[in-house]
């Protein structure tokens, strides 16, 4: 393997400039330096760099990357990165949501079904409790008709009754007055035929001898 004479420069954790009048000074005393020195990252003749050969000095802090070669692909990457996790947050965002809306849909469905049942058996269950209070109502007329006609009916015969009862009493006051009369009457006729048959004189002893019986009826 043909040995290719490179600059060594020395690491500083300072990254001190290169001057160009030290650069001028290698140059001088190493002829094969300068063609390197134009273009430092030149590759050689099997395709390797200089700096993916073996490092000898392996704690020695490696040297910056050059930036204008890699800098488009760094953004570039760093947009697709960026872009991805976007595109990932999203897809978790609408992922975490509630359910579908399918689901939803159903569910708001279902809820409208059900209480659309409920309303209708309301509405029956109420309209069975106004036809029920109708019947009774209706029940209640006609038994408080049937009532009425039968407290007409108690009514009229009390009526007649006490009517009835009026014209007894009047019939039996007459009764008595008439009976009175008849007893008066006959008392007279009992006193006159007493006299009659009688003497004057003794008409006292007469009246005397009359039994009570006969005075008092």
Not at 89 to 105: E, F, H, K, L
Not at 128 to 137: D, G, P
């Amino acid at each position: 393997m043909p040995f290719f004479p490179f600059l060594l420069l020395p690491s500083s954790p300072l990254n001190l400039p290169i001057c160009p009048a030290m650069l001028s000074t290698v140059s001088a005393t190493n002829p094969l330096v300068e063609p390197m020195l134009d273009n430092p990252f030149q590759s050689f003749e099997n395709g390797f760099t200089p700096w993916g050969c073996f490092d000898p000095f392996p704690f020695a802090p490696q040297s910056p990357k050059p930036v204008g070669s890699s800098s488009g692909s760094d953004v570039s990457n760093r947009s697709d990165h960026n872009t991805d996790n976007s595109n990932l947050n999203s897809n978790s965002g609408s992922d975490d949501p509630a359910p579908p809306v399918p689901v939803i849909d159903e569910r708001k469905r279902r809820r409208m079904i059900s209480n659309r049942e409920s309303a209708r058996r309301s509405r029956m269950r109420k309209q069975k409790h106004a036809e029920n209070l109708r019947n009774q109502v209706n029940w209640l007329r006609s038994e408080n008709l049937e009532l009425r006609n039968r407290l007409r009916s108690v009514l009229y015969r009390c009526h007649s009754v006490r009517t009835e009862n009026d014209w007894l009493r009047s019939e039996h006051s007459m009764l008595r007055k008439k009976l009175s009369e008849i007893r008066e009457i006959l008392m007279m006729r009992q006193l006159h035929q007493l006299t009659s048959a009688w003497p004057c004189d003794n008409i006292i002893s007469a009246t005397e001898q009359v039994p009570p019986s006969l005075i008092t009826s």
